[in-house]
């Protein structure tokens, strides 16, 4: 009697519920192809290719750079320097004392 | 002229001093280097001797070597080696098979009979184009969808093919069901493809936090 009373505080649902309709009740006269995306990737070889070209480049000068800054080497027009390559720089241009 | 040869990595814990170069046990790459005069700088520089793998038989192929160095477990290469021999035998013999059975010519020559194009062709279907990698930001990891070197990819798709090679019930052979496998992956079906394209999925599904590779 308690359990009852306890999902009776917010009342009493009143059956039957009234039925509304809140969308037609009719089916649609067309499909949405958002379920069929293509898996195949010869159709898109060409985009693949310069995607990992592309990865393939990058690697490749973030590497060389890495090493250019480990030597100390100066790069013109970089903007952020390491350590050795700052060093090099003030080395340049040291204060008048 | 030592300078002129461009120095090589080396293992730690090599034997040879860091000057020894790796050598050139191709035949091909031999003639070729012959060819362009590039042997001739190489005549007098000290040489790594080849590894017990790298013969210049015209069976040496470089991918399927890898694949054995991954089926091998605790070193015993020579059980590994015997594995994926007996594999290329197995899709060998089901190729022949599904040859003989095709009944007119069209069908019969559109089944591949080389096993080693097999593998090749069903390692290549099985490299993922990206991969997810953790990365923490704010506490929380998230599945960064990040590009995938060519290496690391085609470690993926063996290691997965030698997995699903491993799936298998206690009867069948693992030789039996990775020639399976590889079949599967060369005609672009089966669960190595599948694992690929899952994980391709994962990766559209996580492309909003892409930007956490680099901010």
Known sequence: ?97 | MYNSVPLQQHALMSQYPSYYVKPVFKKDVQEEMIKSGEAQKLAHVPTRAALNDQTSSVYHDDIINVLINYVMKDGRKVLARELVEKTLEKIKRLQLERYHKATNIEDKNKIELNPRVIVHKAILNGKPLLQLSPIKRGGVKYQVPVPITDKRSQFLSMKWIIEAGNEKDRNTRFYDQLAVELIDAFNNTGRVVKRKQELHKQCEANRAYAHYRWS
């Open chain 1, 1 to 97: 009697m308690r359990v009852a009373s306890a999902l009776w505080t917010r009342g009493n649902p009143k059956e039957p519920v009234p039925f509304q309709e809140l969308l037609p009740l009719k089916l649609r006269n067309s499909v949405s192809g958002k379920g069929d995306k293509t898996t195949e990737q010869s159709l898109c070889s060409k985009e693949i290719e310069s995607f990992q070209k592309c990865y393939k480049d990058h690697t490749v000068r973030k590497s060389l750079k890495e090493a250019q800054e480990a030597k100390g080497i100066l790069i013109p027009g970089e903007k952020k320097l390491s350590h050795k390559q700052l060093n090099k720089l003030l080395s340049m241009f040291p204060n008048i004392k």
